[in-house]
């Protein structure tokens, strides 16, 4: 649900920019200055960055490693928030989030620890988003 949210604050934040690039720089190919492994997002399927993704972060972080992930995960352009917050309802003791957008296409890497699971989760997501203020041409015939 937070991961749906905050694709959709990027979207919209997206949609009234006059600025293609959303998100800050953009992320690298593969691993960044810190180490996390952002995976080859502008040429593999979602779903291989994806696993890729969560991969690196289980088997390099644990429960009780929350500073270190957020200190490479800051180096790496994530935005991190600890569990202090008035949320109104369950919050993850650390939440890392790193989003890029850029002409139509959506990225976002998610990280969260909770305190009650012994492992960090992640996620990757690439959201396409067509924009209805344009015309597209559908697909005829190859062209």
Known sequence: MRLLLGLTAALLAT????????GG???PQGAGPAG?????????AE???????????????NMGD?????????????????GNRPDGRPV????????YAYDQDVHAWTVEFWGNEREPRA????????DTTKTYKEKRGGG
Not at 15 to 21: G, L, R, T, Y
Not at 36 to 44: I, L, N, P, V
Not at 66 to 82: M, P, Y
Not at 92 to 99: D, G, H, M, S
């Open 47 to 61: 779903g291989a960055v994806d696993a890729d993704f969560r991969s690196y972060v289980t088997r390099t972080y």
């Open 92 to 99: 993850p003791k650390l939440e890392c989030e790193r989003i």
């Open 25 to 27: 720089p953009r992320p």
């Open 15 to 22: 949609a009234c920019a006059s600025n293609p690039i959303q």
């Open 36 to 44: 996390t492994q952002f995976g080859f997002w502008d040429r593999d």
């Open 123 to 130: 996620h990757y997501a690439r959201t396409h988003i067509r």
């Open 66 to 82: 929350e500073a270190k992930a957020q200190a490479a995960l800051q180096t790496d352009g994530f935005t991190c928030r600890d």
